[in-house]
């Protein structure tokens, strides 16, 4: 299910709505995808936001319009904990949109107890890794039609604590796990994008579409939303300057627009300064990174 405004282009002589890049971005109703969002719309951008809470995306869509009056967006409803849901949103959005010019996967969870989702897959695995998978599969067609076209995947420094990756195990893991273990198990579902979108990027070689990941850092907004603590540690750290969502938002919008990255493909970038980094191992190898693809591509289709 989606929202259509039939908005009126820009009346202050701003792009029109066949002249806007169109982006496609998931988790953008607050941290750092909502600030990408709505400096994505300053500058020029069609969106369209693929979110969970239909109140969420209202709130974004107000805020986007108060921001640059005119903007079209478009809401996907979608739990992306749920893969069929991923996939009929997909589908819906390659329905409404004949052009897309950047896929943004942003939408990440940290979860520091074990949930089983309705298809039987940890909840931390299938939204942090498997909905980007999917989502990018349905949406690949339309995507490379629209060459030059850029796929864009929010990662975390956080792989570089995962402990490795066992495709063969890792994907359909559901065993329980405390608070303390499951910064190791994010970091592993984080890993994990790194290897995807770097594998992306050799399977859309030629075809016009660059495929890179970044490490947006360290972000205080929405952090750790679990934690009873969490509201007052966000509040003192803003008040000491540490860990300013506008730097994470910064990165994931230039990765999408900034014309130096136009023809790069495979990367994974840093926060601090777009400076590339290597995927960490044991990720790195690009067989390993093949081998997850294709247990992916089977443990989905099986599905």
Known sequence: MHDRPDRPDRPDGGPGRADRPVIVITGATNGIGRLAALELARRGARLGIVARSRAKADVLRHEIEETAPGTPVDVFLADLSLLGEVRRAGQEIAARCLRIDVLINNAGLHAF???????????????????????????RDTVVASAPARIVTVASEASRRSGGVVPARDLTLTDGYTRRESSRLYGRTKLMDVMFSQELARRLAGTGVTANCCDPG??????????????????????????????????????????????????????RNGDPLECPEPGRDAGVQRELWERTAALLEAR
């Open 113 to 139: 107890s074990q949930r089983i989702t309705g298809e039987g897959l940890a909840e931390m695995t299938a939204v942090n890794y498997l909905a980007p998978w999917v989502l990018t599969d349905t949406l």
């Open 218 to 271: 360290f972000n205080t907004s929405g952090l750790g939303r679990e934690l009873p603590f969490s509201g007052p540690l966000e509040k003192i750290l803003n008040r000491l300057g540490v860990g300013d969502p506008r730097r994470g938002a910064g990165i994931v919008v230039r990765l999408a627009t900034d014309p130096a990255y136009a023809d790069v493909t495979g990367g994974y970038f840093s926060v």
